[in-house]
């Protein structure tokens, strides 16, 4: 089945304690990206890969690393989280960079930092 | 900067009469628009994109949108709402060439019995 997977689904943890969050496709997608989601300012990217080493920001990359060593995976990385970056978070792909690919979404990740 | 807007962050329908959820875009250049629902703890999931090929798109569930230029909206429609149309909605954008996507802030369609 294609899919886009994301672990952990939930994550509590304390302030300044690094976290990683994986994200895994296996449709052999060039692009991925992460998002945050927070209630009323809907989805925002924090950071994209257009294909193996390839990665660049995106609206909110500050307080997050991302890295993209292999195609199928897309880590992101906290290395000192923060209360403010308690969110729901979501990683999609696609199949390449181009404006008519739609994008495959995990099921989310709801990390909490206390 | 350019974006999208969607008008109204809670719409409630009843089951059987019409949805329309808006979106407007912001932009100088003909975009690619798409909507997205997002089901109770799950990911997003397309439901319809525009691309230029038609401006009256068809997709999943019943759904459709239209693309008007002279309005710059992208407004997503279904004639008769179910129950299972219960979710949140977004409309997205995409500025081409990098696919940065710009993604609204959401509807959340309730429909009463």
């Known amino acids: 089945e294609a899919q886009v997977t994301q672990n952990p689904r939930y994550l509590i943890t304390v302030t300044g304690k690094k976290l990683t969050v994986t994200c895994s496709q296996n449709?052999?997608?060039?692009?991925m990206s992460w998002y945050r989601q927070d209630p009323g300012l809907g989805l925002r990217q924090i950071y994209y890969?257009?294909?193996?080493?390839?990665?660049d920001k995106g609206d909110v990359p500050e307080g997050y690393k991302v890295s993209r060593k292999e195609k199928r995976n897309f880590p992101l990385i906290l290395e000192s989280p923060s209360p403010n970056q308690t969110s729901l978070y979501f990683c999609?792909?696609?199949?390449?960079?181009?404006?008519?690919?739609?994008?495959?979404f995990g099921p989310g990740t709801r990390l909490t930092v206390t | 900067a350019q974006s999208v807007t969607q008008l109204g962050s809670h719409v409630s329908v009843s089951e059987g009469a019409l949805v329309l959820l808006r979106c407007n875009y912001s932009?100088?250049?003909?975009?690619?628009l798409f909507w997205y629902v997002q089901y109770p703890n799950q990911g997003l999931q397309l439901l319809l994109k525009y691309t230029s090929a038609a401006t009256l798109v068809k997709g999943i569930n019943g759904f459709e949108a239209e693309f008007k230029k002279s309005e710059t909206s992208f407004h997503l429609t279904k004639p008769s709402a179910h129950m299972s149309d219960a979710a949140e909605y977004f409309c997205?954008?995409?500025?081409?060439?990098?696919?940065?996507?710009?993604f609204g802030t959401g509807t959340k369609l309730q429909v009463i019995p």
């Open positions: 932009s100088s250049v003909p975009p690619y």
């Open positions: 449709m052999n997608h060039e692009y």
């Open positions: 999609a792909s696609s199949l390449a960079p181009g404006q008519t690919y739609e994008q495959y």
């Open positions: 997205a954008w995409n500025s081409g060439g990098y696919q940065k996507v710009t």
């Open positions: 890969s257009m294909n193996v080493e390839v990665t």
